[in-house]
């Protein structure tokens, strides 16, 4: 019963998580098998998706939780569980106990990560929460530092919500294509005030002189 009311839960979570304008994006999901999956280490399946077809992508992250009152961070490690990489098994490398946050990035290799989802598992060591990240252009992205601080507080029972994860309109002004825009702008800006200056300054010469 338990399982089913989880396995419901993932397929609420990964609704409306297809690619933002052929982004890729990430879904997360128990083993078919899952005693198999339990038996070989692996503690939940990742499929990598664009255009709404599986495609193998580059992943990377962490788990984030408290050890002996002292936040911890271990790095993930995940296996390939299909010939063309599209579906990747995370292993547990976290110890048990406490609540944590799976903190996944995915992209086509380890320096571009256009895709993210968050795993919360509670403090009985099952996943009970799935979430994309949002991003201000519309796809997903791995939590933030303070989304996981947040997150944690919730499955730990410390918070009432879980955080909504999504970047508010004002961030694409100043990342990404937003910080190069304003650089455009800025620069022709720039010039044409110190143009105005070097003309003030110089019928201010003229004057002192005459």
Same mark, same amino acid.
């Given at each position: 019963?338990?399982?089913?009311? =989880?396995?419901?839960?993932?397929?609420?979570?990964?609704?409306?998580?297809?690619?933002?304008?052929?982004?890729?994006?990430?879904?997360?999901?128990?083993?078919?098998?899952?005693?198999?999956?339990?038996?070989?280490?692996? =503690?939940?399946?990742?499929?990598?998706?664009?255009?709404?077809?599986? =495609?193998?992508?580059?992943?990377?992250?962490?788990?984030?939780?408290?050890?002996?009152?002292?936040?911890?961070?271990?790095?993930?490690? =995940?296996?390939?569980?299909?010939?063309?990489?599209?579906?990747?098994? %995370?292993?547990?490398?976290?110890?048990?106990?406490?609540?944590?946050?799976?903190?996944?990035?995915?992209?086509?290799?380890?320096?571009?990560?256009?895709?993210?989802?968050?795993?919360?598992?509670?403090?009985?060591?099952?996943?009970?929460?799935?979430?994309?990240?949002?991003?201000?252009?519309?796809?997903?992205?791995?939590?933030?530092?303070?989304?996981?601080?947040?997150?944690?507080?919730?499955?730990?029972?410390?918070?009432?919500?879980?955080?909504?994860?999504?970047?508010?309109?004002?961030?694409?002004?100043?990342?990404?294509?937003?910080?190069?825009?304003?650089?455009?702008?800025?620069?022709?800006?720039?010039?044409? %005030?110190?143009?105005?200056?070097?003309?003030?300054?110089?019928?201010?010469?003229?004057?002192?002189?005459?």
């Amino acid at each position: 019963m338990r399982r089913l009311a =989880f396995v419901s839960l993932l397929s609420l979570a990964v609704v409306g998580t297809a690619d933002a304008k052929g982004q890729p994006s990430l879904r997360a999901a128990l083993p078919a098998d899952h005693t198999e999956g339990l038996r070989r280490g692996g =503690f939940m399946l990742v499929h990598g998706y664009r255009h709404a077809d599986r =495609f193998p992508l580059t992943l990377i992250g962490t788990a984030e939780g408290t050890v002996s009152g002292r936040r911890t961070s271990v790095p993930l490690t =995940f296996v390939r569980d299909t010939l063309d990489g599209s579906i990747l098994l %995370i292993t547990k490398t976290w110890p048990d106990g406490g609540a944590w946050v799976l903190n996944i990035g995915g992209g086509y290799d380890s320096t571009r990560m256009y895709a993210g989802i968050v795993i919360g598992v509670n403090p009985q060591g099952v996943p009970v929460l799935v979430q994309n990240p949002r991003g201000a252009m519309g796809g997903t992205r791995q939590a933030s530092r303070r989304e996981v601080a947040q997150l944690l507080a919730h499955l730990n029972g410390d918070r009432a919500e879980a955080p909504g994860m999504v970047s508010g309109p004002w961030r694409v002004l100043f990342t990404g294509p937003g910080a190069l825009l304003w650089l455009f702008v800025a620069l022709p800006v720039l010039y044409v %005030i110190s143009v105005v200056q070097r003309t003030r300054r110089g019928r201010g010469l003229k004057t002192a002189t005459a």
